[in-house]
């Protein structure tokens, strides 16, 4: 039946009515998708997957897909709410259980997932992150219904803990049977390629991108009398905190006009107040809490070196955004993070205080001799290389072959589970899928597919948006969609 | 830039591990650089036998405690020996231990020895004082609750004391296994025959003495022996070796004087802990396969508490 709802869903004439903004106009009248985003993270929730996953939405409606997100309830935040450009976003009461993941039981989220599916005509299901219990589920019940999946993996996982290796064969018995993941970088492909035992062909590497226009340099904003270290990330153990507090008394004591400006709040907050506290540097070393995006740029512009402490990053957006507005890179070399940057623009650390010290030290000398480029020659460089309208395009190639794909059938997908998880986990969970597929057809037979009301399209080749869309062409930014979200209180109760 | 693979034969630029540069090859390629900072093993420490078996024999003289103990309580349980005379060997082992332990005490803190007999007598003075004076107490402590549940609840707490034992750092015993072990020895106390057997009913002077020469026996064989037993095993490592086997086969005969298929059973144990499995850890040594790469979390190796203190 997922065959059937795919071909109802290939459009007559692509939709091309904005490809003056596309940067490669598509020349073949390219397939259409229905797509759905499913993962627990996203707005009002703030980090690198939620704007991942709203930036590549924006850029995969501007191509003519229909796109609609699936995430869980967030408090009073419930039903279906339209965003920027007609994108839709499902939020369904699920229990959240701990950070913002749901729990997983396999079974209770199939019901309104289905309906999501069913009702908006989805040919395909892309998931994100693995911390996601949401998306997991959203993959298995999509599997179940013959649709294509794709998973996108936002981060790194060790092997050696117990619960990494609990983590990882979940990972495993999730991916078996998926069409296609992304990852993105070199180093979050191999990690994952070795805790799922996949093979690294169906494993596409697309990197995150920042808003270049969101992250410009304004020099006027630095004070000229002294150099200003800044820091923006969540103050917790895996960014490396405690590096921090161990470099900033060393440095201070060296350099008298050196400033620190910390950006985010966290756990390990106490850390650097206890340091400031100790070393009487109130005045130097200024911690600024928790920020919203759009304060970030004008905490980055004030600075001369951005500073990243991360003892594990697979991509690692901050240095991007941090170099697009002119600072001097310096950061760990830790995960993905040595194949962000070329090398004149960032230098890399050991994950020690000492060495750390050392490559600032390094900047400090550049930047008071001047032979440092200029934030505009540095803005100019980045501002090219990671671009959303690039990840879509790659995202979209991954959508193309994806598509042509057959989803392994009930029988096969059995064998797949049992031959490819070990004996253990995948009798259970190949169990788990028969059950999951009884379930399936007990609530088709509950509630026909054919009874159920199809969805108005807002996104795709006969979505209604077209005014708006028109109306707000190239305004991506996050303050237009939220503006955007209050003023129109499309709100319909599940 | 594409999705898919089949590119063709190879571009004659080499793939490089960067994300910034825009590559001639498909997304999903997999250049034979794949995985080339993959290491396995890395800190895999190789174990030999004896010294694992060394070690293991920790786990042995632990059990071994807990065997003794039991056969402690099973005779004074059947009247086969007195509070009394138990109270004076234990006396007896107090001493003598503490003589061998202050023997054995390293020359560096001989010069504040006065003052450390001096408080060593006070904690002793204290805990026997308070010992005793609670000892009617606690017997009585548990008597409402069924033996049955008195028992399950012994075995629980005597194996929550085998788990918690700060094996790799005896010298003193953890709190959560001693405080394991001592919940025990007052719930056996308390099942042990005194006012049964004495018309004189609660208040009967020997009973309180069963709880007290129980508490005592308690200290001695789950707080005090452990930091003689690491003392021994830092001063004099062969000595410890043959303290060691003794004790194992002091804790069979006693067990097997009174119960035979128990002895067997703790000769089983102790066996298996102390030769086999050191074996069995040294075979699946070989299937051992950690991997580590660039994806791991850094470890902060430094001690970056002297920025604060």
Same mark, same amino acid.
């Given at each position: ?17 904005? /490809? &003056? ?35 590549? /939405? ?18 009073? +935040? ?73 998973? !996108? ?20 018995? /999730? ?6 993941? @992304?990852? @993105? ?64 008394? &060393? ?24 340091? +400031? ?25 004030? =600075? ?7 003892? !594990? ?8 955004? =941090? ?16 194949? @962000? ?13 000492? /060495? ?25 460089? @980045? ?35 049992? !031959? ?19 379930? $399936? ?16 399209? !807002? ?28 003023? =129109?209180?499309?709100?319909?109760? $599940? | ?91 007896? *082992? ?37 010992? %005793? ?78 709880? %007290? ?36 086969? *002091? ?25 086999? *499995? ?32």
């Amino acid at each position: 039946m997922g065959q059937r709802r795919r071909e109802a869903a290939v459009p007559s004439p692509p939709g091309n009515r904005h /490809s &003056d903004m596309l940067t490669v106009a598509p020349q073949v009248p390219a397939k259409k998708h229905n797509i759905c985003m499913v993962s627990d993270f996203f707005y009002p929730n703030m980090g690198g997957v939620e704007s991942h996953i709203y930036q590549l /939405s924006q850029c995969l409606i501007e191509k003519g897909h229909k796109v609609v997100i699936a995430t869980h309830a967030y408090g009073t +935040r419930k039903g279906v709410r339209y965003l920027t450009n007609g994108l839709k976003v499902y939020y369904l009461p699920l229990q959240v259980m701990y950070n913002q993941s749901t729990s997983t039981t396999c079974f209770h989220s199939l019901p309104l997932l289905r309906s999501v599916f069913t009702r908006e005509r989805i040919t395909l299901v892309h998931a994100h992150s693995s911390f996601s219990a949401m998306a997991h589920d959203a993959l298995f019940h999509a599997k179940t219904m013959g649709l294509n999946t794709v998973f !996108t993996d936002h981060s790194l996982f060790g092997f050696a803990d117990v619960s990494s290796v609990l983590t990882n064969k979940l990972l495993t018995v /999730s991916l078996c049977d998926t069409n296609h993941i @992304v990852c @993105v970088s070199y180093t979050s492909k191999e990690n994952t390629v070795l805790r799922a035992a996949l093979n690294p062909e169906i494993v596409s590497v697309i990197p995150n991108a920042v808003d270049p226009t969101d992250f410009t340099p304004d020099p006027s904003q630095r004070h000229d009398d002294r150099i200003t270290i800044v820091v923006v990330s969540r103050l917790v153990y895996r960014k490396g905190i405690d590096l921090l507090g161990g470099i900033i008394p &060393d440095l201070c004591l060296k350099h008298p006009d050196l400033h620190f400006l910390i950006g985010g709040e966290g756990p390990k907050r106490i850390v650097l107040e206890e340091v +400031r506290e100790k070393y009487q540097l109130h005045d130097r070393v200024r911690l600024l809490g928790a920020l919203e995006h759009k304060d970030v740029r004008r905490v980055l512009v004030q =600075g001369h070196i951005f500073l990243n402490t991360s003892l !594990t990053e697979a991509f690692c957006m901050a240095i991007v955004e =941090g170099a697009s507005c002119g600072l001097q890179v310096v950061s760990t070399r830790v995960g993905g993070i040595p194949e @962000v940057l070329p090398e004149d623009l960032i230098t890399l650390c050991d994950p020690t205080v000492r /060495s750390l010290c050392e490559g600032l030290e390094n900047v400090i000398a550049r930047q008071r001799s001047g032979s440092v480029a200029s934030p505009a020659s540095i803005h100019a460089k @980045v501002c090219t290389l990671y671009t959303w309208r690039n990840v879509a395009e790659r995202t979209e190639k991954v959508y193309d072959r994806v598509a042509g794909q057959e989803v392994l059938p009930l029988d096969r997908r059995l064998v797949r589970l049992t !031959t490819h998880c070990g004996h253990v986990a995948g009798s259970l969970f190949a169990f788990v899928a028969v059950l999951d597929f009884l379930f $399936l057809l007990f609530l088709r037979w509950l509630f026909p597919d054919h009874l159920m009301d199809v969805a108005m399209d !807002t996104t795709g080749p006969q979505g209604l948006w077209r005014g708006a869309l028109d109306d707000r062409k190239g305004t991506r930014s996050k303050s237009a969609m939220l503006k955007n979200e209050k003023a =129109g209180p499309h709100q319909t109760k $599940l | 830039m594409g999705a898919d693979s089949g590119a063709g034969p190879g571009p004659s630029v080499p793939w490089r591990k960067v994300l910034w540069e825009r590559q001639p090859f498909p997304d999903n390629y997999v250049d034979r650089r794949f995985l080339e900072e993959l290491r396995r093993n890395e800190d895999l420490r190789q174990y030999r036998y004896w010294a694992v078996v060394r070690e293991a024999g920790l786990v042995a003289q632990q059990i071994t405690c807990v065997a003794l103990f039991v056969t402690l309580w099973l005779y004074m349980e059947q009247g086969l020996l007195s509070p009394a005379t138990l109270l004076w060997t234990g006396l007896l *082992c107090a001493l003598l231990g503490y003589g061998l332990y202050q023997a054995l005490a390293p020359q560096a803190d001989s010069d504040n020895q006065q003052r450390t007999r001096w408080s060593d007598l006070q904690s002793a003075a204290i805990f026997l004082s308070f010992t %005793f004076g609670f000892s009617p107490v606690l017997r009585t402590l548990t008597e409402s609750v069924s033996t049955d549940t008195v028992y399950a609840m012994t075995a629980l707490m005597l194996l929550a004391h085998l788990v918690a034992f700060p094996y790799a750092q005896p010298s003193p015993p953890g709190s959560l296994s001693l405080n394991a072990a001592l919940f025990a020895s007052v719930c056996l106390a308390s099942r042990l025959p005194g006012d049964r057997h004495i018309p004189g009913g609660a208040h009967s002077p020997s009973s309180s003495l069963h709880t %007290f020469t129980m508490l005592c026996w308690a200290l001695l064989v789950f707080a005090l022996w452990p930091c003689l037993r690491q003392r021994l095993r830092e001063r004099a490592p062969s000595g410890f070796g043959c303290v060691c086997v003794l004790m194992g086969m *002091c804790g069979v005969v006693g067990l097997g004087s009174l119960w035979p298929g128990g002895a067997v059973l703790l000769a089983a144990a102790l066996g298996a802990v102390t030769l086999l *499995c050191p074996l069995l850890l040294i075979r699946l040594q070989s299937d051992k396969d950690n991997i580590q790469g660039p994806w791991d979390e850094a470890e902060i190796r430094e001690d970056l508490a002297r920025f604060l203190h």
